[in-house]
């Protein structure tokens, strides 16, 4: 007797075949690859017994590359060809790209994301990342001898969707199957998570090479709900480097002329920073093309040169907070992450301001990685993890131009993802047959200070009274965090669609500063969208008007036409004129009590032509 063979959805039918899934931490100064085997989340070491791969790709002739230490290695003297922290160039334009002069890249003018020159071609970010990507994955095939079945890919939390199709891109390009995008602070909470079966309020301090992340998270049992998240992706170690050298070159009078001098200087500082972890006092040597710097660089010095850097973590800190409606007292713990919350001034700030010393047992260099591929192993279908419900957010709303200029919010910030959510809009004019659609993003009220997505059009709507038709516009969030948006005139069922595909073009600063500017400008926000909305209502009374004085005109009297006439043209002059939401208010409001009449009579008229010629038995 043959017996049926049963298996969970989603996993292998074979209850002795797992499936080969790691989790890959794409970093900008390192990156790591790990695998749950045995039931236990570890790094994949390389060849010589090291977790950690340096992101830097170093081009040569012939289109030989170097990766890893040995690219590491060369920077100082090749640095136009050895690429470094080129996650801060995923999904940007050249104008995005801040201190571009002090960089020793040779940047190519094109539109789109930004591209280098290197002695073998161009390449862009994604190619550059897929390198990297690449590596890791012939490491973990080395490591199980089989091919990978998948792949959970950490991001930023702040990476927006430009940056995000970008990553997936590269991991696309590097032969990887790509399960999910997930935000690092969440891969770091599944790790804790799990492994100190933690349950309550974390917060996820993650402060990496590039990048600065903070995530509200709520652990239970084995849910990881994100509450809020915030950051700046504009800020991490790289800037910590960079501080400690500038201050270095004004102590010692030193230039860094050259290319080979600013990337000798890098590293200087890099290896400064990281020593003085462990020692009050540090010499900083480096030698540059036409002198050389050397000065004794001492731990309270340092932390005072980047005191402003970690004073804008901590702000950010707060914002994610009032976000999540919840004082620093609620929270439990502080998990950090990224390998900068190593130096000391970062753990006392971050102990200082939650009142208590932040969880430091995992190696935070290794800690996004583990959780990755945690999640990876149970989006692969393999038992042994247990139950585990990742509830991830988006860190910016979504929605859409309405008339006026102004945004009607469909996706609010710090939504849970997957989502899916519609709004019902109608048309503006009468007899409109198409619909133009602006796909935005950002917190303020006013298109103009937001970010543009896409652009699309409904056609085919049948012509009907403004008003009349009834569009449903969706918006198609992913666990991914991309973005698709449907609208669709429901009595028709005419409908149209589009994938938003990323533009590259939002710069660090913009990103850092949308939800501060929400804050900043609330008040004027409220101003402006009022006297916004005014004047849609009055434009929207005065067509109407319109519409019916040439239909009707012939129904009122001489001096009745003559008062709407002098109604419509002062509402006119104030909502042309006028900043004033009220005034324009007002104006519409006493059109619209001068017409009540002039309606009536054409309610009246028209329900006379309509029973003129019948009787009482034909009704």
């Keep these: 007797m043959a017996l049926l063979q049963i298996s969970e959805p989603g996993q292998a039918p074979d209850p002795h075949q797992r499936r080969i899934a790691v989790g890959i931490d794409l970093g900008t100064t390192h990156s790591l690859v790990a695998a749950v085997r045995n039931g ?34 060369a920077l100082p003297g090749d640095p136009e060809n050895t690429i470094a922290s080129v996650k801060r160039f995923m999904g940007r334009g050249l104008d995005d790209i801040a201190g571009r002069e002090k960089l020793p890249y040779r940047f190519v003018a094109k ?10 071609g161009e390449k862009s ?21 089989d091919e990978l079945y998948g792949v959970v890919v950490t991001v930023p939390a702040y990476f927006d969707d430009a940056q995000r199709q970008a990553t997936k891109d590269a991991a696309q390009l590097a032969g990887l199957n790509v399960l999910r995008l997930i935000n690092e602070p969440t891969a770091a909470a599944i790790a804790y998570g799990l492994d100190n079966a933690s349950e309550g309020l974390y917060a996820v301090y993650d402060l990496g090479g590039g990048t600065f992340d903070i995530s509200i998270l709520r652990l239970t049992q084995g849910v990881f709900e994100v509450i809020a998240t915030g950051g700046d992706s504009a800020l991490g170690g790289d800037d910590y480097d960079r501080a400690l050298a500038d201050w270095v070159l ?35 040597n480096v030698q540059l093309t036409r002198t050389s710097a050397h000065f004794d660089v001492k731990r309270t010095e340092f932390e005072a040169v980047t005191a402003g850097l970690t004073a804008r973590t901590l702000e950010a ?3 994610a907070l009032r976000d999540a409606r919840l004082g620093k007292d609620e929270v439990k713990g502080v998990v950090m992450v990224g390998g900068a919350t190593r130096m000391p001034q970062i ?18 260099d290794e800690v996004v990685a583990l959780g990755a591929a945690i999640q990876a ?22 929605g859409i131009e309405t008339m006026g200029g102004l945004v009607e919010r469909i996706v609010p910030r710090n939504q849970t993802i997957p989502t899916a959510m519609a709004q019902d809009f109608t048309t503006y004019k009468d007899g409109q047959t198409a619909l133009a659609l602006h796909v935005v993003q950002g917190e303020r009220d006013l298109v103009a200070d937001c970010r543009s997505l896409a652009r699309f059009e409904l056609r085919g709507i049948p012509p009907m009274a403004a008003g009349a038709a009834r569009i449903r516009v969706t918006f198609t969030v992913d666990a991914d965090g991309l973005l698709s948006v449907s609208a669709k005139e429901q009595g028709s069922g005419v409908e149209a669609r589009i994938d938003v595909k990323p533009s590259y073009g939002l710069s660090d600063e913009q990103i850092a500063k949308m939800l501060q500017d929400s804050f900043n ?29 040439e239909a009707d005109g012939g129904l009122l009297e001489a001096q009745e036409r003559e008062a709407i006439d002098a109604l419509v043209r002062r509402l006119r002059g104030v909502a042309a004129d006028s900043g004033d939401a009220r005034a324009i208010e007002a104006a519409t409001e006493a059109l619209a009590k001068g017409t009540e009449a002039f309606a009536a009579e054409r309610m009246n008229h028209s329900i006379q032509k309509a029973l003129s010629g019948k009787n009482v038995e034909t009704l």
């Design 40 to 73: 236990v989340a570890e790094c994949l070491p390389d060849g010589e017994g090291r977790v950690i791969l340096p992101s830097v790709v170093r081009y040569l002739q012939g289109n030989g590359r170097q990766i890893g230490f040995e690219a590491l290695a």
């Design 250 to 284: 004004q102590q010692t009078g030193a230039q860094a002329d050259t290319a080979g001098d600013k990337a000798a200087l890098q590293v200087a500082a890099r290896a400064c920073k990281e020593a003085l972890t462990a020692m009050e006092t540090v010499a900083f």
């Design 125 to 145: 970010p994604v190619e550059v990342s897929a390198e990297i990507l690449a590596t890791l994955r012939y490491r973990a095939e080395d490591t199980f001898d």
């Design 521 to 549: 400008t609330a008040e004027q926000d409220i101003q402006a969208r009022a006297l916004a909305e005014a004047r849609v209502d009055a434009d929207r009374m005065l067509l109407a008007t319109q519409s019916a004085l």
């Design 317 to 319: 800190v707060r914002r």
């Design 111 to 120: 539109p789109g994301m930004v591209v280098l020159d290197t002695v073998a």
């Design 347 to 364: 753990q006392r700030a971050v102990a200082d301001f939650f009142g208590h010393a932040p969880l430091t047992n995992l190696n935070p």
């Design 377 to 398: 192993n149970q989006l692969a279908g393999n038992n042994g993890q247990g139950d585990l419900l990742l509830l991830d957010v988006i860190p910016l709303s979504l």
